[in-house]
């Protein structure tokens, strides 16, 4: 069973940095797909960007060229290094995991099948 622990999370002000952490347990060997997604207040649950076990990146238009994903398979960990923050990324950041190499192709929830509990980003204008 997989497990997934996010860290890193906290409060900013606009234009600010901060890098989250997912640690990931019980982990599999074969093709996998990570993501982040972020949950803002009455508001769905969105992709914000992927990577696979080919190193293949996938990015929300809404992110791109601020915020990097990547992984160390040697930790087992996940990061997400946001940068230029706006007050719009403020959300609850989840981490996911699947079993596949396709998965990170497309930013649905649907496709992740391990998420972690999320950790609060506060963007502050």
């Known amino acids: 069973q997989v497990q997934l622990v996010e860290s890193g999370g906290g409060s900013v002000q606009a234009g600010g940095s901060l890098r989250l952490s997912c640690a990931l347990f019980?982990?599999?060997?074969?093709?996998?797909?990570m993501g982040w997604f972020r949950q803002a207040p009455g508001k769905e649950r969105e992709g914000v960007a992927a990577?696979?076990?080919?190193?293949?990146?996938n990015y929300a238009d809404s992110v791109k060229g601020r915020f990097t994903i990547s992984q160390d398979n040697a930790k087992n960990t996940l990061y997400l290094q946001m940068n230029s923050l706006k007050p719009e990324d403020a959300a609850m950041y989840y981490c996911?995991?699947?079993?596949?190499?396709?998965?990170?192709?497309?930013?649905?929830?649907?496709?992740?099948?391990?998420w972690g509990q999320g950790t609060q980003v506060t963007v502050s204008s």
């Open positions: 990577i696979n076990s080919a190193r293949r990146t």
């Open positions: 996911a995991h699947a079993y596949s190499d396709y998965a990170s192709m497309a930013l649905r929830t649907s496709n992740f099948g391990s």
């Open positions: 019980g982990v599999l060997g074969g093709p996998y797909s």
